[in-house]
Protein backbone atom coordinates (compact mmCIF):
# COMPACT_ATOMS: atom_id res chain seq x y z
CA UNK A 1 0.00 0.00 0.00
CA UNK A 2 1.06 3.56 -0.76
CA UNK A 3 3.05 4.63 2.74
CA UNK A 4 0.79 7.76 2.86
CA UNK A 5 -2.81 5.68 2.77
CA UNK A 6 -1.09 3.27 5.04
CA UNK A 7 -0.28 5.91 7.35
CA UNK A 8 -4.11 6.97 7.13
CA UNK A 9 -4.99 3.80 7.30
CA UNK A 10 -2.55 2.84 10.46
CA UNK A 11 -3.92 6.26 12.15
CA UNK A 12 -7.82 5.04 11.83
CA UNK A 13 -7.03 1.72 13.33
CA UNK A 14 -5.18 3.47 16.02
CA UNK A 15 -7.78 6.14 16.92
CA UNK A 16 -10.23 2.78 17.33
CA UNK A 17 -8.25 1.42 19.29
CA UNK A 18 -7.16 3.91 21.80
CA UNK A 19 -10.64 4.65 22.03
CA UNK A 20 -11.38 1.20 22.88
CA UNK A 21 -8.55 1.48 25.44
CA UNK A 22 -9.89 4.65 26.85
CA UNK A 23 -13.64 2.69 27.56
CA UNK A 24 -11.74 -0.51 28.95
CA UNK A 25 -10.08 2.09 31.46
CA UNK A 26 -12.34 4.24 32.18
CA UNK A 27 -14.91 0.94 33.02
CA UNK A 28 -12.61 -0.91 34.47
CA UNK A 29 -11.58 2.16 37.03
CA UNK A 30 -7.93 1.94 35.62
CA UNK A 31 -8.28 5.17 34.07
CA UNK A 32 -9.79 8.58 35.70
CA UNK A 33 -12.11 10.53 33.18
CA UNK A 34 -10.33 10.13 30.03
CA UNK A 35 -10.08 12.98 27.13
CA UNK A 36 -12.40 11.91 24.87
CA UNK A 37 -15.39 12.58 27.69
CA UNK A 38 -13.12 15.88 28.10
CA UNK A 39 -14.09 16.58 24.86
CA UNK A 40 -17.59 15.03 24.88
CA UNK A 41 -18.40 17.97 27.76
CA UNK A 42 -16.56 20.56 25.43
CA UNK A 43 -18.60 19.82 22.72
CA UNK A 44 -22.15 19.85 25.02
CA UNK A 45 -20.49 23.19 26.11
CA UNK A 46 -20.52 24.80 23.38
CA UNK A 47 -23.51 23.56 21.20
CA UNK A 48 -25.57 22.08 23.45
CA UNK A 49 -25.36 18.95 21.77
CA UNK A 50 -26.42 16.61 25.14
CA UNK A 51 -29.97 18.57 24.60
CA UNK A 52 -30.62 17.91 20.58
CA UNK A 53 -28.67 14.64 20.14
CA UNK A 54 -28.06 12.85 23.76
CA UNK A 55 -24.97 12.17 25.37
CA UNK A 56 -24.63 9.25 22.63
CA UNK A 57 -24.85 11.34 19.37
CA UNK A 58 -22.82 13.85 21.09
CA UNK A 59 -20.26 10.98 21.77
CA UNK A 60 -20.25 9.88 17.96
CA UNK A 61 -19.89 13.83 16.93
CA UNK A 62 -16.72 13.10 18.95
CA UNK A 63 -15.87 9.59 17.82
CA UNK A 64 -15.73 11.32 14.23
CA UNK A 65 -13.91 14.14 15.14
CA UNK A 66 -11.34 11.62 17.03
CA UNK A 67 -11.02 9.14 14.00
CA UNK A 68 -10.18 12.17 11.32
CA UNK A 69 -7.47 13.71 13.88
CA UNK A 70 -6.00 10.16 14.52
CA UNK A 71 -5.84 9.98 10.66
CA UNK A 72 -4.69 13.38 9.80
CA UNK A 73 -1.94 12.99 12.53
CA UNK A 74 -0.86 10.18 11.43
CA UNK A 75 -0.25 11.45 7.57
CA UNK A 76 3.07 13.47 9.30
CA UNK A 77 4.42 9.21 9.82
CA UNK A 78 6.13 8.73 6.29
CA UNK A 79 7.61 11.84 6.32
CA UNK A 80 8.86 11.76 10.24
CA UNK A 81 10.16 8.29 8.68
CA UNK A 82 11.69 9.89 5.96
CA UNK A 83 13.64 12.17 8.92
CA UNK A 84 14.23 9.24 11.32
CA UNK A 85 14.86 6.34 9.29
CA UNK A 86 16.99 4.44 11.86
CA UNK A 87 14.23 4.27 14.60
CA UNK A 88 11.71 1.51 15.41
CA UNK A 89 8.30 2.11 14.51
CA UNK A 90 7.67 1.89 18.15
CA UNK A 91 10.32 4.52 18.97
CA UNK A 92 8.99 6.60 16.42
CA UNK A 93 5.52 6.68 17.56
CA UNK A 94 6.81 6.72 21.19
CA UNK A 95 8.54 10.17 20.56
CA UNK A 96 5.80 11.82 18.07
CA UNK A 97 3.26 10.24 20.36
CA UNK A 98 4.99 12.45 23.17
CA UNK A 99 4.84 15.61 20.93
CA UNK A 100 1.87 15.36 19.70
CA UNK A 101 0.70 15.35 23.42
CA UNK A 102 2.88 17.92 24.40
CA UNK A 103 1.64 20.69 21.75
CA UNK A 104 -2.12 19.27 21.68
CA UNK A 105 -2.46 18.50 25.30
CA UNK A 106 -0.13 20.20 27.03
CA UNK A 107 -0.23 23.69 24.60
CA UNK A 108 -3.92 23.66 22.67
CA UNK A 109 -6.39 21.78 24.73
CA UNK A 110 -6.27 24.42 27.69
CA UNK A 111 -6.36 27.41 25.55
CA UNK A 112 -9.88 26.13 24.18
CA UNK A 113 -11.14 25.16 27.20
CA UNK A 114 -11.14 21.63 26.78
CA UNK A 115 -8.89 20.15 29.37
CA UNK A 116 -8.18 22.08 32.61
CA UNK A 117 -4.26 22.28 31.85
CA UNK A 118 -2.02 19.42 33.07
CA UNK A 119 -0.53 21.06 35.98
CA UNK A 120 -4.06 21.11 37.16
CA UNK A 121 -4.97 17.64 36.13
CA UNK A 122 -2.00 16.45 38.17
CA UNK A 123 0.25 14.00 37.47
CA UNK A 124 -1.88 10.93 37.09
CA UNK A 125 -4.26 12.36 35.06
CA UNK A 126 -1.47 13.67 32.75
CA UNK A 127 0.59 10.51 32.60
CA UNK A 128 -2.74 8.84 31.45
CA UNK A 129 -2.74 11.01 28.41
CA UNK A 130 0.36 11.07 27.58
CA UNK A 131 0.09 7.43 27.62
CA UNK A 132 -3.06 7.10 25.17
CA UNK A 133 -1.12 9.66 22.84
CA UNK A 134 2.46 7.07 22.78
CA UNK A 135 -0.33 4.30 22.11
CA UNK A 136 -2.37 6.09 19.64
CA UNK A 137 1.24 7.18 17.73
CA UNK A 138 3.29 3.84 18.26
CA UNK A 139 -0.53 1.78 16.91
CA UNK A 140 -0.24 4.17 13.69
CA UNK A 141 3.34 4.27 13.36
CA UNK A 142 3.65 0.35 13.61
CA UNK A 143 0.15 -0.38 11.45
CA UNK A 144 1.73 2.37 8.89
CA UNK A 145 4.71 0.43 8.21
CA UNK A 146 3.34 -2.83 8.38
CA UNK A 147 0.77 -2.01 5.61
CA UNK A 148 3.13 -0.02 3.69
CA UNK A 149 5.56 -3.03 3.65
CA UNK A 150 2.96 -4.98 2.12
CA UNK A 151 3.44 -7.60 4.84
CA UNK A 152 0.95 -8.61 7.41
CA UNK A 153 -1.16 -10.36 4.32
CA UNK A 154 -2.84 -12.50 6.27
CA UNK A 155 -0.64 -15.35 4.35
CA UNK A 156 0.36 -18.45 6.99
CA UNK A 157 4.43 -17.61 6.30
CA UNK A 158 3.39 -14.39 8.06
CA UNK A 159 3.92 -14.76 11.56
CA UNK A 160 7.55 -12.87 12.47
CA UNK A 161 5.74 -9.27 12.98
CA UNK A 162 8.48 -7.25 14.11
CA UNK A 163 7.94 -4.47 16.32
CA UNK A 164 11.39 -3.11 15.35
CA UNK A 165 12.13 -3.44 19.50
CA UNK A 166 15.80 -5.51 18.62
Known amino acids: MERYKAAVVGGLIAGVVTTAVMVAGRK ?11 AVDWIDDLTG ?3 MIGDSGTSVVEF ?5 ASAAFAAALPKL ?7 SPVAL ?4 GT ?3 AVN ?3 IAPVLG ?9 PRKATERWAVHVIQAVVSAVLAERLASGTGSGSDTDFDFDLGLN
Open 28 to 38: SGVLHKTLDRD
Open 49 to 51: SRA
Open 81 to 87: RELLPSL
Open 64 to 68: ANHLG
Open 114 to 122: ITEGEVKAG
Open 105 to 107: IGC
Open 99 to 101: ALY
Open 93 to 96: GTLY
